[in-house]
């Protein structure tokens, strides 16, 4: 692998911390930056992680990576999707757990999705794309993570993201199977 060091363009700690733990482990030195770039409003987050680096590849040669997730709940037709950081910065966890009040079993099935874009000089950015198939509790439970993590249940187990230390939920996430993709693609560059 002859990259060794990524810039991870995100002003989210928690993003980066699982980003670092995951990335370390293959040799790779990450360092947050938080250069900010415009999040357009899309019905994809591939076209705003894509967007996104487009925006920073202007602003460094520095090999980069950038990433747009969301969380899409069955039972709300995908909803809040593209709008997750929107709707967590209105009605947040909370507000999702009133609107799924009277929502039971395969209703509360839900999708976390990740699309991490890869950065460097003026090639066209590459997208890595990561699921986690899960479902929404029905109260909020753990004190680590952040964002939705309190009423995330990844499938298969019956704790939350939130009751999960890094590691763990690196086993199962969105985010680390995003980059377990951009590893082999390091790899093989
Ligand atoms: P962003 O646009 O990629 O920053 O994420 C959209 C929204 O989803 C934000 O409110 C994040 O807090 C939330 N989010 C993204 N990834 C996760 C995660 O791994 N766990 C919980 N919430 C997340």
Redesign the pocket.
Known sequence: MKTKSIYFVTG?KG?FVEAKKKLSEVGLEVIQKNLGYP?IQAIKLEDVALYGAEHIQKQTSHPFIL?????FIDGLNGFPGVY??YV?HTIGCKGILKLMEKLKGDMREAV?R?VFAFGASDEKPSLFVGECKGSISIEEHGEH?????PI?IPQGETRT?AQMETEEKNRF???SRALDKLIVFFKNL
């Open positions: 989210n993003k999040e990433e747009d997730a969301g969380l997750s950081a967590y976390f990740s993570g952040f964002g939705y993590d995330f993201f996430s969105h985010r």
